[in-house]
């Protein structure tokens, strides 16, 4: 199967899934994988199985450890966010879209609003990336301004992408959820303009820290890119069962 193929392959089964709340197939399979691995990146403790739990029955196994409540109302907020991105696919990327993601992933996360933080809006605190500072939260709105006219006269392709994910990553337009918008974006933006798609997993995560420090020292991005095509790969083959008959 070619990338086009596959690509029509999920957009069709995703759209027939998510309507018919089907959690057995390829739908299920990428919300649970996503979900777990995009949270995880980002300091998540639920386990791959207590995830899966929380999508297919809204509840976790039974156990004697603690659950921390922001990690389950962020991987909640991630399942949320995915299907906000399916329904959205007719459209073209743009800052309110962006916005809409981040309000799905964190209007549920009573920490974050018991902080005051903006929900489905631009930072209004600056923010650092350990020691890396990020755009200032009263020039977010310019810059992201800039990134979006910038990208949107682009012939997009991985190479563009990765260009963009990085920009994004720096300026960290949100009080918190960067990491987990800008990979929704790099998978709907892979659907939306006929990209194999894919998921950077948790294993690779100091590869993908390291990539991102390259672009903010140098502005390259080839090991984002390299990275990136592992994770197509890694994605692809998974989906393979869906495709067996």
Not at 109 to 122: C, H, L, P, S
Not at 215 to 225: G, H, K, N, P, W
């Amino acid at each position: 199967m070619d990338t086009s193929a596959f690509i029509h392959f999920l957009l069709d089964r995703f759209k027939i899934e998510h309507a018919k709340r089907d959690r057995s197939g390829v739908y299920g399979f990428t919300q649970r994988l996503m979900a777990y691995n995009s949270n995880k990146i980002e300091g998540s403790t639920l386990t791959e199985e207590q995830t899966a739990s929380l999508f297919d029955t809204g509840v976790l196994p039974k156990s004697e450890d603690y659950y921390r409540a922001k990690d389950v109302e962020e991987m909640n907020g991630h399942f949320l966010m995915f299907n906000k991105m399916l329904d959205t696919l007719d459209s073209k990327l743009t800052e309110d879209l962006i916005k809409e993601f981040h309000y799905e992933l964190k209007s549920g996360v009573f920490e974050d609003r018991a902080n005051g933080y903006a929900i489905g809006n631009y930072k209004k605190r600056p923010n650092m990336i350990g020691m890396y500072e990020t755009v200032l939260p009263s020039q977010v709105s310019d810059e992201m301004d800039k990134l979006l006219a910038w990208y949107n006269d682009q012939e997009i392709s991985l190479d563009i992408l990765a260009s963009f994910h990085a920009q994004y990553e720096n300026i960290h337009p949100f009080q918190d959820g960067n990491g987990r918008t800008g990979r929704m974006i790099l998978f709907r933006e892979c659907l939306y303009r006929g990209i194999a798609p894919f998921i950077i997993e948790d294993s690779n995560r100091p590869e993908y820290l390291d990539a991102l420090k390259m672009y903010r020292q140098s502005q390259d991005v080839t090991a984002l890119i390299a990275l990136f095509r592992k994770e197509q790969e890694y994605y692809w083959n998974r989906c393979q069962y869906f495709l067996t008959e």
